[in-house]
Structure formats: C-alpha cells, structure tokens
C-alpha cells in the first residue's frame, strides 16, 4: 500500500494553521500554527483536553471550515482557502466523515447509508461496483453481521 499521494507529498499536509474566531470584540484563538502531514493508509489519532482545538482541527482537515492562516493541502492540492463550494467539491470526492453525532437516515439500512452520498455524486460509479465497495469497507470496519439493520437497531 502506499503511503504517499501520487505526487510523493503526504495526503493531508498542514503548515503554520491558524484557525480564530470572533466573539463579539474578542478574537478567540482556536489553533495557533499547527503543523501536521498524514501519510495515505496512515492512522491518526487527534487527543487533547477540552477546548484544545481538536474538532476545529478536523473541521479544517474534513473541508467543513477553513484557516484563518496557513497552507492545508489535500493530495497535493491546496484546499484550505477554497471557497465553500470548491470544498463541498472536495468532501463529496475525496472525503469521508463519520460525525459523534451521525444523523443516519432512519428508513435505510446500513449499506444504504453508508452508499447514500456516493449516489449523490455528479460522476457516480455503477451501483454494483459501489454496493461491492461499501460491503468491503463495512466488514473492515467491523459492520459485516449488520449490513441489513436499520440505524434504530444499531447501538453506538
């Protein structure tokens, strides 16, 4: 497996982020020029107490929110001053997030769920090949005896 995206670079690469937000007057610092590289099929685990800037570091690395300064590339690209729409790009493609609190659609099983964005994509893949994908990637994921439950029939 390689551990690199297609150009040598590792496929998440912060340099120097910083992320702050306004509070009325006030400029709350959120992270102050993190610096990260995360090489393809590598496991990363973000840790830290309470309000150290982990889930804004993730918002910025899933593309749902961007720096305020530095340079976050994606697979060798520049994605941390796109603009929003260029990122919903970005996260339809190439990015998946599982969310603490996921908001599964109640009527579909777990394939269903698991496939239901990739089926929202302009360039969509056959289904078979999709359906193939994702039962793949359930098993790996410790999923596979519940393929057919519907999220209500699913614990945490």
Do not use: W
Request: charge should be neutral; charged fraction near 25%.
């Amino acid at each position: 497996m390689s551990t690199k995206s297609n150009d040598g670079a590792p496929l998440v690469s912060l340099r120097g982020i910083v992320k702050q937000y306004e509070l009325g007057k006030t400029i709350v610092p959120a992270l102050r020029g993190t610096d990260l590289d995360v090489a393809r099929g590598e496991f990363t685990v973000v840790m830290g107490p309470s309000g150290s800037g982990k889930s804004t570091l993730l918002n910025i690395i899933g593309c749902l929110d961007r720096p305020t300064s530095g340079t976050y590339k994606f697979d060798g690209q520049e994605v941390g001053h796109r603009d929003f729409d260029d990122l919903a790009s970005v996260r339809n493609e190439k990015i998946g997030i599982i969310f603490q609190s996921f908001n599964l659609i109640p009527v579909l099983d777990v394939v269903e769920n698991v496939e239901f964005p990739c089926l929202m994509r302009k360039n969509k893949e056959p289904l078979a090949e999709l359906r193939a994908r994702v039962v793949k990637l359930c098993e790996e994921v410790g999923l596979g005896p519940f393929l057919k439950h519907r999220p209500d029939e699913l614990s945490g």
